[in-house]
């Protein structure tokens, strides 16, 4: 059963196809890019007449490679991967390379690819057709062989007509045909090798390239995050504390004007503007908290989080067991989140208690940041809350994951590396 399933898979058709599409392809893909390379080449003389010409063929390789990695997942599921955007140059008014094209792996390797194609596939198109059409002719031999034109079949100068020698050509074919299915999707992996060597960047450049990509984007919203918190601060400066100063001054001018001819209504305004001081301070005391508290940097995590834990008006539990210190860095993030997910638990969640639980994995390792609460959950990751947490959390290469569904319970996890 095996046997037979093996030539009556879909992958080994697919792969067989694949050979045969390739070879039409290939037939015209070649042709078409010598044709072309050659009137480019030739008419460079002519005022550079061919440089636009040879700009098409750059550009059409580019294009014959997407095609090529398209028809590659269609029929063989193999992944090729593209090159990163910008890779291959650019090029002017469409057509005029510009000297950076003509620089880049990309560039060559495609028109190598394109050249190169019709060989290659003429090669596992040939050994595929040979391996198939020869154990198919062995196998029906015997039906066929007296009505030869010779009496029989011709090996060499022997003319096969014993049944020994019959049994023996079916043998053959048997096992050619057991072997052609494995010889088709072995060619269709070499031939999907070749290409990604030709039209794929290396795995380290890949890896690098895609790692810069993410480290862009990183940046970008760390880069965000900075500015809406610069704003935030402003907005709370501008509107709590410097409002409270104001009106420290003005209740101290007017204090100041009493004090010679109504001693009981300065002392009145100084004692409101006492309240309005106190207040000012209280104020520019939690602004900085919400920044940077001085206990996070003098005692860690631990003393931070059981202060946040004890200004939210829900029951926090708090537990904390980081081994080794992380980086400053590191804490700050992990104070913020932690800030930022109880007062929306605060706001949003109508929990009755919540949980914030810190550890600290191995040296250097992660550090793991669990908040958690019995609310009425539906917290959308994708509010501008959870999004700013996230670009914190992205801005040190760590991970958050949000799961609140309906009815609740919400757990904001986060992990952050602390090497």
């Known amino acids: 059963m095996f046997v037979f399933r093996d030539l009556l898979s879909p ?45 098409l063929v750059l550009r059409g390789a580019g294009w014959f ?30 057509l005029i390379p510009s000297w950076r094209v003509y620089k880049e792996r990309a560039t060559w390797g495609e028109v190598g690819y394109m050249l ?16 198939w059409s020869l154990s198919l002719v062995l196998l029906t031999l015997p039906f066929y062989d007296k009505s030869l034109p010779s009496g029989g079949a011709v090996v060499g100068h022997v003319v096969l007509r014993g049944g020994p020698e019959m049994a023996a050509c079916v043998a053959l ?24 060597l030709l039209i794929a960047p290396r795995r380290d450049a890949s890896a690098l390239a895609a790692r810069v990509s993410e480290l862009e984007r990183s940046r970008e919203r760390v880069v965000d995050a900075a500015e809406a918190e610069r704003r935030r601060i402003e907005r709370d400066l501008h509107d709590g504390a410097q409002q409270r100063l104001v009106a420290l001054a003005m209740e101290l001018g007017r204090a100041k004007a009493k004090l ?33 508290p001085p206990v996070l940097t003098d005692r ?17 539990q708090v537990q904390v067991d980081v081994p080794v210190r992380p980086k400053p860095a590191v804490e700050a993030v992990a104070y913020f989140v932690v800030a ?23 040296y250097p390792g992660t550090l793991h940041v669990v908040i958690s609460d019995d609310g009425i959950g539906g917290a959308d990751p994708r509010g501008a809350g959870l999004t700013g947490l996230a670009d914190r959390v992205t801005g040190v290469d760590g991970r958050l994951t949000v799961e609140s569904p309906s009815g609740g319970p919400t757990i904001i996890s986060v992990v952050l590396p602390c090497g």
């Open 11 to 55: 992958r080994t058709w697919l792969a067989f196809s694949h050979h045969l599409a390739g070879l039409v392809i290939g037939l015209v893909i070649c042709t078409s890019a010598v044709i072309f390379v050659a009137l480019g080449v030739g008419l460079l003389p002519l005022m550079l007449i061919g440089v636009p010409i040879i700009g």
């Open 65 to 94: 490679a997407a095609a090529e990695r398209a028809r590659f997942g269609l029929f063989l599921g193999t992944r090729i991967p593209g090159w990163q955007p910008g890779a291959r140059g650019g090029y002017r008014w469409g």
């Open 116 to 131: 190169a194609r019709l060989p290659v596939s003429i090669l596992t198109a040939a050994v595929t057709l040979v391996v």
């Open 173 to 196: 074919g048997i096992l050619l045909l057991l072997a052609a299915p494995p010889v088709t999707r072995g060619l269709a992996a070499a031939d999907a090798a070749f290409t990604r």
């Open 260 to 292: 010679a001819d109504d001693v009981d209504a300065a002392r009145e305004l100084v004692d409101q503007a006492h309240a309005e001081a106190k207040a000012a301070l209280t104020e520019l005391r939690d602004l900085v908290r919400g920044v940077h």
């Open 300 to 316: 860690g995590l631990d003393a931070a989080l059981s202060g946040l834990a004890a200004r939210c008006p829900v029951p926090v």
């Open 340 to 362: 930022e997910a109880l007062t929306n638990v605060a706001k949003h969640s109508r929990a009755s208690q919540a949980t914030v639980v810190v550890e600290g994995h191995g």
